[in-house]
């Protein structure tokens, strides 16, 4: 490949983005067999490689110009940039006027920058579906008004069918077009182990927490263990002492709901419908399980308490449809109310987002799973594309519920051990999704299914999978990725990201 003209040039980020200013970088105009590449590499590319850009010099439509900035506008409207040169950039302009890949009347002043049409391109598909599902005050409490999205004012692009890579062949500065699919790796069935015992619990608990938390994603533990190993992740005491302070505390939200008058509660609109809403969900709640057989069994007696004590805990959240699934499997295991509504409460903290009016990180993970895809099986992805069915709605109720309602109840179990461990992925929901699609994607190309036929397959599909088949996929997924993470789009490249390797990030983050 022909390197036809490489500068030292500047991107200026933007306020919203981690590294703010000016980042130094190289930008070049790469040629190989009639196809121009423009890559611009920040210097150093470790730990800047999120804002390296490439595109397809066909993919210009127009250049802004502004003195020694440009400014790139590619497919509908999307801009990269801008770039600053330490110089003229005439040559550079004249080079791609000569190509014929733009037109020196297409030049023109950059128009100025407006911060609140900034918007991750990931989540484009998910909006536009959401907004037409809620309307204008659910987009704008996600962070997403209308405005934002058919306007965008700066996309990054990373196309999946090609990169350019640097080969030991090559001399410095030289790159090759490599096709994307040929250039992942293998994907590998990743086997599953034996689960954890109490015995090899307490040798590793305390000493070798990488191993520890690599043994709980592989094979997850058995059954006596469970309560414990449940309680550390959820973070909720061990300790004699520190249980008994939670107990206290709950005894306490129980009281305050329990003694509230129905003339008290009249007066309180939504906390008089969270409980009426919660009084219908629990009676549905897991009825075919034996422990949640009897209405008035301490199963749902538990449900039924926790939930409504999580709406005293947290007035904001409250309760939403949903949750009496969490609850559920949580007490199956704990089988202890005060302890079952800390795990609960605990882990709100962190996924207490996917309840929240417009459920903004159902939203946010779901752009991920469809940047997943759009990498790893680029076929799959411009056939879903073609059928309409980017939207990757149907993985709403996998996301919201923690697959709840995917798989048999003792297979939760075994999902939600992965996801805590956070072994590999902090956010490993990504890679399961991106597995039960994957799962599916043979019989929707070959079947030709249309919209409607591919949100029923997918429907289909619950129950109808086991839990160590899909981590094993979700597993070689997140390898197959990880091995080529500097050429992931940028927005994957933060879950990619194994426990180790956040934690030593953290380590250095504490000795700078």
Not at 288 to 298: A, H, I, P, R, V
Request: charged content about 25%; overall charge negative.
């Amino acid at each position: 490949m022909e390197v036809y003209a490489k500068e030292n040039v500047k991107l200026a980020t933007q306020p919203e983005e981690p590294s703010q200013g000016m980042i130094t970088g190289t930008f070049m105009v790469l040629v190989k067999d009639s196809n121009w590449t423009i890559r611009w590499l920040p210097t150093p590319l470790e730990p800047l490689v999120m804002y390296k850009v490439e595109f397809s010099a066909d993919a210009i439509t127009s250049v802004k110009r502004s003195a020694w900035k440009l400014t790139f506008v590619v497919n509908k409207g999307e801009t990269l940039g801008p770039f600053i040169f330490p110089s003229s950039p005439d040559e550079l302009l004249n080079i791609l006027i000569q190509q014929n890949f733009i037109d020196k009347s297409t030049l023109a002043q950059p128009e100025p920058i407006n911060l609140e049409n900034f918007m991750d391109w990931r989540f484009s598909d998910v909006t536009r579906i959401f907004h037409s599902m809620v309307g204008d005050s659910v987009m704008n409490s996600v962070g997403m008004n209308q405005e934002a999205y058919e306007n965008p004012q700066r996309k990054r692009i990373h196309s999946s069918s090609a990169v350019i890579r640097k080969t030991e062949e090559m001399e410095l500065g030289e790159f090759e077009f490599v096709d994307m699919k040929a250039s992942l790796p293998e994907r590998i069935l990743c086997e599953r182990e034996s689960p954890v015992s109490m015995k090899e619990w307490s040798s590793l608990f305390g000493k070798n927490e990488v191993e520890l938390r690599r043994r709980v994603f592989k094979g997850g533990v058995e059954e006596d263990l469970k309560p414990l190993c449940w309680r550390f992740f959820l973070d909720v005491a061990m300790d004699d002492v520190g249980e008994q302070k939670l107990r206290v505390r709950y005894k306490e939200l129980m009281q305050q709901w329990i003694t509230i008058s129905e003339a008290q509660l009249g007066r309180n609109k939504k906390l008089k419908e969270n409980f009426s809403i919660i009084d219908k969900d629990v009676r549905r709640t897991d009825r075919s399980n034996k422990m949640f057989e009897y209405l008035q069994g301490d199963g749902l007696r538990a449900v039924d308490h926790v939930l409504k004590s999580h709406c005293l805990y947290d007035f904001d959240l409250g309760y939403t449809q949903g949750m009496s699934d969490l609850v559920s499997v949580i007490f199956s295991v704990i089988q202890d109310e005060a302890l079952t509504f800390w795990c609960f409460a605990h882990w709100m903290k962190s996924i207490g987002n996917n309840f929240e009016i417009g459920q903004p990180l159902v939203v946010k993970t779901i752009g991920y799973v469809i940047d997943l895809i759009r990498f790893v099986d680029p076929e799959f992805f411009s056939y879903l594309e073609e059928k309409e069915s980017t939207h990757f709605l149907f993985c709403f109720r996998w996301l919201l519920v923690c697959f709840k309602r995917e798989f048999h109840f003792d297979d939760v179990k075994r999902i939600w051990e992965a996801l805590w461990s956070e072994y590999l992925s902090s956010n490993f929901s990504v890679f399961i999704c991106a597995a039960m699609l994957l799962q599916l994607r043979d019989d929707i190309i070959n079947n030709e299914l249309e919209h409607d036929s591919i949100l029923q397959c997918v429907n289909d599909f619950a129950y109808k999978i086991d839990a160590a088949t899909i981590l094993s996929v979700a597993e070689g997924i997140f390898h197959q990725v990880h091995d080529v993470k500097h050429e992931l789009p940028v927005t994957l490249f933060s879950i990619v990201e194994t426990w180790e390797e956040r934690q030593a990030k953290k380590e250095r983050q504490g000795n700078a």
